[in-house]
DNA sequence: CCCATATAAATCGTATCCGATTAAATCGGA
DNA sequence: TCCGATTTAATCGGATACGATTTATATGGG
């Protein structure tokens, strides 16, 4: 919740904060995508991991998980999920056992095909200004990563 | 999950939403502070709580609840956990015996004024440009929070 | 005064996150 | 080859989020 550099002295604001705004605007979006996402079934994390899907066929667990920032301990029980639902399938790679290969499967391809959530671009207001703030927050992130698994 | 205006054709990729740049920070955020928090035995939002609590005494649930865009089903358990740590205090307003009055104890502003995470700053490598992004960001979400509950 | 309505907080069930541990499979050096 | 170290998922427990419901209190019209 790292404050703003300029607010020095007393103004320990909430507002001043920046992990604060990333925190709340991440709630804003989970509830934006909400009622787009009830229509299909889906959860805004289990919608998040079948775009990243739909990235590559057979991806492993560990793999969805970089992409994520996420590992197996959060990512099993949504696949599961997802597969109990019809739209991946999950099977044991034969040539390493220890690893569990993803792909969508036709119904999981058509659901991530109707691009939902593209009618709220217009809701962030953003303009122009959209892909700026999206790498603008990207670097953020990476940046804290990177600083994270140095020192930390 | 809103994509870039640009990537308009095939490229649904994870690298162009927005949401997902907002969601993967928050993450990063929670782990950079994990360290940090670790050392005062505070979670990531019992941290955010406490330092809205240190804006003013006496705030109610609800008061408390839309500053962090949260509810009582949210708060209550971490509120209870505060108290229990000593760090708040909670009563039953006599005026209003509905609401629950919140207030920092000695030791709950004691560790508030240690001011956590002015480390992080630096890591969010986002130099002067911190208020800026504050800013945007804080603006995304109450664009998101608004359009979600006109037609939502 | 009485009761229907409204409001505030708490409770409950589901779905994330995450640290720690476990189980199974693979790998590698003696 | 054999066994310890490593790797990959999965499991488990604690702490959020959140929709829906419940409980307790307050309010207002008749």
Redesign the interface.
Known sequence: ??????SAGKG??????????????????G?????LLDKVGLT?TQ??AL??L??EDEQTVSALGE????ESNTLTPILKKLEQMGLIKRHRDPADERQVRLSLTPAGRKL??Q????????????GD???V?????????????R??NID?
């Not at 320990?12 to 979006?29: G, M, P, T």
């Not at 509830?31 to 009622?35: F, N, V």
């Not at 703030?133 to 990563?145: A, F, P």
Request: charged letters at 25%.
């Open positions: 919740m790292a404050r703003s550099p300029k320990r604001k909430l507002s001043n904060f920046l992990c604060f705004a990333i925190y709340s605007a991440n709630l804003a979006f509830r934006a995508y909400k009622p805004y919608y998040i775009v990243a739909s990235d992409k994520l920032f996420l991530i095909e691009d939902l959530g593209e009618s709220l671009i217009e809701a962030t207001g953003l200004d959209f892909p703030v999206q790498k603008t927050v990207s670097r953020l992130r990476d940046n804290l990563l600083a994270t930390g």
